[in-house]
T-cell receptor, first 114, second 112 residues
């Protein structure tokens, strides 16, 4: 079983600060996805990274896939209270695809205080 | 299409009762997944269908759990003889190649 470990588990910051969330594994993934989940709702897909070393930007969010495709990071610049939520990384099992069965990390709970 | 729909949103049941949840996927998506999520944790895979065929079932799923997807459309997840440890959010997702995953809002089950 391929495992994904996220750190930190909890993050509490003030509005305007920058932050980085990490997603690590000892296994190689063909792709990794990042989701954001609000309380009482299902996860919403933010981005899929496929190529080792790939960097994708979504407004103030920057996602990076490690060169060896074993890790990924999510960096948020100038965090806002609306960024508050549970951030999840996920990847397909060996031989799988990004639209197939996924393994999720345990998540990072981000709270941004006004 | 309004996305993946799950019903009910919340369910409170007494221990030992049976419960059934429904999921309506995005119509053109051929894959449908069930995941379970406990508070502050990531979703855990339970089972998935490609069209009407149930292709994989997690070892987490005891014999008390059963899922169906008749005619490859909506899906139901039934839990028999519920236990307090079954309390969780049950998430349904559908997917299609290239498009990727779309999750529903989930069904929050509380067993008292």
């Amino acid at each position: 079983t391929q495992l994904l470990e996220q750190s930190p588990q909890f993050l509490s910051i003030q509005e305007g600060e920058n932050l980085t969330v990490y997603c690590n594994s000892s296994s190689v993934f063909s792709s990794l996805q990042w989701y954001r989940q609000e309380p009482g709702e299902g996860p919403v897909l933010l981005v899929t990274v496929v190529t080792g070393g790939e960097v994708k930007k979504l407004k103030r969010l920057t996602f990076q896939f490690g060169d060896a495709r074993k890790d990924s990071s999510l960096h948020i610049t100038a965090a806002q209270p609306g960024d508050t939520g549970l951030y999840l990384c996920a990847g397909p099992n060996a031989g799988g695809t990004s639209y197939g069965k996924l393994t999720f990390g345990q998540g990072t709970i981000l709270t941004v205080h006004p | 299409d309004t996305g993946v729909s799950q019903d009910p949103r919340h369910k409170i049941t007494k221990r030992g009762q049976n419960v059934t949840f429904r999921c309506d996927p995005i119509s053109e998506h051929n894959r449908l997944y069930w995941y379970r999520q406990t508070l502050g944790q990531g979703p855990e895979f339970l089972t998935y269908f490609q069209n009407e065929a149930q292709l994989e079932k997690s070892r987490l799923l005891s014999d008390r759990f059963s899922a169906e997807r008749p005619k490859g459309s909506f899906s139901t997840l039934e839990i028999q003889r519920t236990e307090q440890g079954d309390s969780a959010m049950y998430l349904c997702a559908s997917s299609l190649a290239v498009v990727g995953y779309t999750f529903g809002s989930g069904t929050r089950l509380t067993v008292v």
